[in-house]
Structure formats: C-alpha cells, structure tokens
C-alpha cells in the first residue's frame, strides 16, 4: 500500500536526512519514454518525480538496502509470474507495496509482502489464523498475489486498470469507469481515491528504479549471504524452531527472518505441508531428521495414508550462483564488482582480502545473482571501456542465433554455436544452455578466463 511506501519513505529520511539535489527531469522524462514495459507505459508526471525524489534523493540509503532486498525475493517471483504466464515487470509491484520488507503491515491491517488483507488472502487459499499468517509466507503469498493479477487483468483487459483494482478494489474501478469519462486509468484517474490516483505512477516509478539505479549512482547493499543461499522444504510434522537451531546452528533470528508466517515460532504438523526455508548448506541435516523422524507408526490408518506421501519436498530458491574468476592481467576488484553487479568490499570480505590488490592468476570467489538479474549489469559492462573483451570469429549480429553443427570427427559428439548480439559474460551465456558450465564453455572456445564476449561472436556450445 502506498501508506506504507510513505512510512518507508519517511523512515530512511529520518535515518540519511540527505540536502536534496535537483534531477535531471528531462533525461529522466527521455529514459522513461524509452523503456518497454508490458504492464504500463512508462510517462512523465509530477506524482512519478515525487516518488522518484524519495528513492534517488532523500530516501537513498533505504533504497539502496531496498535494492539489496531485491535478491532475496526476485528470483522467486520471476519464477512464480513466468509460471502464471504474467509479464516480469509485475515484481516491481512488491516495491511498491511494502518496499520488501517481509513483515510489512499498513494502517489498515494488509500484510506481506503483497500486502494483503485477510478477507482477501483468506478468499485466495491463503491460511490466516493465531497459529499461521501465510500473508508473510514468501512463496505462498507470492502464489497467491499472481493468482489476484491474472483474475483482475481477466477482468479488466488492461493493465494500468487491473493494478488500480489490486490497490482499491475492483468495485471502485468499475464504478469509475462507469461515470463514462473514459475507458484507461489515465482517463479515469481523477474519479478513483487518491491513493490509488497515485498508484499507477507509483509502479512506475518503481519500475524506473530497477532499470536506472545505477546511472542514479546508487548501490544496493547485500544482504546476508545465509539469506541469500537457500532452500525451502515442504514439512509435513511438527517442528519448532528451537528444534532447528538446534540441529543446524543457525540463529533463531536468521530462521525466523526466513520463516515469518508462523507466529509461534513453530510449523504445526498437517497432511497439507508448510514450507520451511534456511540457508542452502544446513539443509541436509534438516532433511535427514525429518526422514528419520516421520511418523509412519501413526495408529491412525488414514494420517499413515496421508503421511506416507513424500514428507520433504525440495524447492530451489538459490537466488544467487557462486563464480569461481580468475585474474587476468590488468583487472580490478572495482572492474569485477562492475561486471558481478556486487561491491569491491564483498569480493574482498567473500575472499577473505585484507587489501584491495589481486594479482593475475589469483582465483576470486564470487557470488553472483541468478538468471535474469544479470540485465542490469549488462548495461553497466558496454559503457565500462576498460573491461577487456574477447573476439572470436566475429560475424555480422541480427537476431540471437544458434545453430547446428556436425558431429565432431573426433570427439564424436555434436554441438551448436551461439552467435552474440551484445556483449555478454561466459556466465550469462551459460545460463542459456542448461546443463552446460562455464569451463565447458571456456575449453570448447579455447578461452582462459570468464571475460565479456563481444556481440557478433560465435561460440562452440556442447549440444546434450
């Protein structure tokens, strides 16, 4: 809810009370224009500079540990829209209402991350009750969240209306547009309450934001690595959160940042399941007790029936991959950070660096987001001249391109090629081909290092 946004906003200006500066409103104006957005289209207004004034001027230590945040949640959500089969930018909306914080509540009583309130969770599967608030459950409420989108775009056909409906209610929307002064949100914005008159350019600023933050010179602050590496499991039995520290060592604050949806700091047992999340590297021993422990001697048929289905179920929710970069001969911590999307301090405090000097050769452990969160950077590494690149049989690039090639006489396998249309990582193009890694790549193109590739070159990609 945008009451919420505004306690967030005032929150980090009480905290970093910073003297405004003026922005550049037309090359903002110029950059809004120019992204593509599939939910709405990006415009200039004075209610959107507003909201962008708080993120980039006077709010921007909050935004930057909103940013961080962002690494927590995203993957997830890009999982569960992309299953929903609903357009990526529908994230920006969590933004929006609760600035990422998991345990967000406004004046009205909406919770979570997507702010629910609990008829309306409750209407959508979710449980809340003194034991369970699912409103805080990550997953479920995300789940639940793209649910209450794809019903309202259903309804209204449009965008911009169905998120209006997502703040105040479809009823009001409707009522609006029947006044007849028009059939979008824009036409219609001046018959809508004021919070939800200001929603739409809300998401838009927000969406502004994860583009352009870092042409703002703002720099998101990572999180914890525990909350960063996880794996969530579906637990079927009782389960204190006592229980789990002490079996895994982790601290019962850490557990319960990860798990807020359960009030009494423990899982009820259920035939349903609930789901669990702890960082990736204890996750065995959790899972080894709980086979060990399940209750199959239940004298109650129709519990062991039910029980008996797979107790734990494994959910990835890694949201970020660990590199293993070399050094070559000329690098930078402040280069790697640019080309990792991370800081210099991090790669020295994940390496254990006691200065900021590497030498070529030198082996660097880095943890890079997963998947699509790599776009940002991308845009960073072109204007980044002194990142040096590869070229390998360079080629005219249209459209992305992979193509067929026979198998290799001696090797006895076949492989594809993969033409470049922009300068990207090894990384990035690794993730494109699942079940293929980085030094695979690396060996197949005679290559040393993980380095931007130029657009136009055409790589040797195993074909599984």
């Known amino acids: 809810m945008l009451t919420l946004f505004l306690c967030f906003s005032l929150e980090t200006q009480a905290k970093n009370p910073t003297n405004e500066t003026e922005l550049d409103e037309a090359e903002i104006t110029r950059r809004l224009h120019a992204m593509e957005n599939r939910v709405v289209k990006p415009r200039y207004d004075p209610v959107v500079m507003s909201y962008l004034k708080t993120y980039l001027v006077r709010g921007r230590e ?25 357009p990526e930018e529908l994230k920006a909306l969590s933004i929006v209402e609760s600035a990422l914080h998991n345990r967000a509540i406004s004046r009205v009583g909406a919770m979570g991350l997507w702010q629910f309130m609990a008829p309306t969770a409750r209407s959508l599967g979710l449980q809340v009750d003194a034991n369970i608030d699912e409103r805080r459950d990550t997953r479920r409420s995300t789940e639940a969240a793209a649910t209450y989108l794809k019903a309202l775009y259903k309804q209204f056909s449009d965008w911009e209306l169905a998120i209006a409906a997502y703040n105040s209610g479809s009823g009001r929307v409707i009522r609006a547009l029947k006044r007849g002064r028009g059939t979008n949100y824009w036409a219609i914005r001046g018959d809508l309450p004021r919070e939800t008159a200001n929603y739409v350019p809300a998401f838009i600023a927000a969406s502004y934001l994860l583009e352009n933050f870092e042409k703002h010179g703002l720099t998101p602050k990572f999180p914890a690595e525990e909350l960063l590496l996880t794996t969530s499991i579906l637990v079927h039995q009782d389960l204190s959160f006592d229980e789990v520290q002490k079996l895994t060592g982790v601290s019962l604050e850490t557990i319960d940042f990860l798990n807020p949806a359960y009030n009494r700091k423990s899982i009820p047992a259920s035939t349903r399941g609930y789901y669990l999340t702890l960082p990736s590297k204890v996750m065995e021993k959790v899972r080894v007790y709980l086979e060990a422990n399940r209750p199959d001697g239940a004298s109650k048929p129709e519990l062991i029936s039910s029980l008996n289905a797979p107790k734990v179920r494994e959910l990835p929710a890694t949201v970020l991959v660990e590199e293993r970069h070399e050094v070559s001969a000329g690098e930078t911590l402040a280069e790697l950070a640019s080309i990792y999307g991370c800081t210099a301090d991090k790669i020295m405090e994940w390496n254990k660096l006691e200065t900021a000097e590497v030498a070529p050769g030198q082996f660097l452990k880095i943890f890079r987001p997963k998947g ?14 002194l990142i040096p690149m590869l070229q390998l049989d360079p080629i005219q690039p249209t459209e992305p391109e992979i193509t067929t090639m026979a198998k290799d006489a001696t090797a006895h396998e076949s492989f594809q090629y993969y033409v470049t249309t922009r300068p990207e990582s090894i990384f990035e193009i690794t993730d494109r081909f699942p079940g293929t890694t980085l030094q ?8 040393s290092s993980n380095r931007i590739i130029r657009a ?8 599984l």
């Open 62 to 86: 909050g935004t930057e540990q909103m940013l961080g945040r962002r690494f927590i949640y995203f993957p997830l959500f890009e999982d569960v829209l992309f299953q929903k089969d609903l």
């Open 372 to 385: 699509r969160e790599l776009r940002f950077r991308i845009e960073r590494m072109e204007a980044f001249s």
């Open 440 to 447: 695979d790549i690396l060996k197949l193109n005679d290559l």
């Open 456 to 463: 136009g070159t055409r790589l040797k990609i195993r074909k």
